[in-house]
T-cell receptor, first 114, second 109 residues
Framework: GAGVSQTPSNKVTEKGKYVELRCDPI?????LYWYRQSLGQGPEFLIY????????DSGLPNDRFFAVRPEGSVSTLKIQRTERGDSAVYLC????????????FGPGTRLTVL | RKEVEQDPGPFNVPEGATVAFNCTYS??????FFWYRQDCRKEPKLLMS???SGNEDGRFTAQLNRASQYISLLIRDSKLSDSATYLC??????????FGAGTTVTVRA
């Protein structure tokens, strides 16, 4: 079946602009996660959804970052007033249920803030 | 101190060689351990889980040492296709993956 998909694959924006990154998890997966990977680093946890609710948003760096998952499937990560330091690959992952250790990752969105 | 630390490498080895590397983790309450593989500009993919008793999957062997808080990965009979970055992953809570920065392995012909 289809894996996790993310759109866009690449996004270039200017400092101060607003961006939205979309994640389509594997069908039937209730748990969804966002990570951010900077060059030369491993992915860093941002936020975790179980169903529609954000169960843990402790990894969001500041209040410019927000994510939603209104129907318990597709999720959108929103970044306001982008800064150059936000440039990274944003990875989405899903798993069948909370506590299921295997998380399946999407290909990521490469965000570049000029 | 980072939660998970790895030797970044790179480890450059000839085909057929054995290569091994470790990672250390700081949270003694960590429950689950994994190795993920990440190819250049691709997403991470689960390579194998790491069990307390140690485990093998083909040419790959993983070990866990809870007392010293480190995990190891050994690759035997290296193939060109093993060239990748290997990410050490630790879970303290049941969903939050903590990644190391990765160890780069390059297998040359």
């Amino acid at each position: 079946g289809a894996g996790v998909s993310q759109t866009p694959s690449n996004k270039v924006t200017e400092k101060g602009k607003y961006v939205e990154l979309r994640c389509d998890p594997i069908s039937g997966h209730t748990a969804l996660y966002w990570y951010r990977q900077s060059l030369g680093q491993g992915p860093e946890f941002l936020i975790y959804f179980q169903g529609t609710g954000a169960a843990d948003d402790s990894g969001l760096p500041n209040d410019r970052f927000f994510a939603v998952r209104p129907e318990g499937s597709v999720s959108t990560l929103k970044i306001q007033r982008t800064e150059r330091g936000d440039s990274a690959v944003y990875l989405c992952a899903s798993s069948l249920m909370s506590g299921d250790n295997e998380q399946f990752f999407g290909p990521g969105t490469r965000l570049t803030v000029l | 101190r980072k939660e998970v630390e790895q030797d970044p490498g790179p480890f450059n080895v000839p085909e057929g060689a054995t290569v091994a590397f470790n990672c250390t983790y700081s949270n003694s309450a960590s429950q689950s351990f994994f190795w993920y593989r990440q190819d250049c500009r691709k997403e991470p993919k689960l390579l194998m889980s790491v069990y307390s008793s140690g485990n093998e999957d083909g040419r790959f062997t993983a070990q866990l040492n809870r007392a010293s808080q480190y995990i190891s990965l050994l690759i035997r009979d290296s193939k060109l296709s093993d060239s990748a970055t290997y990410l050490c992953v630790v879970i303290a809570l049941d969903y939050k993956l903590s990644f190391g920065a990765g160890t780069t392995v390059t297998v040359r012909a």
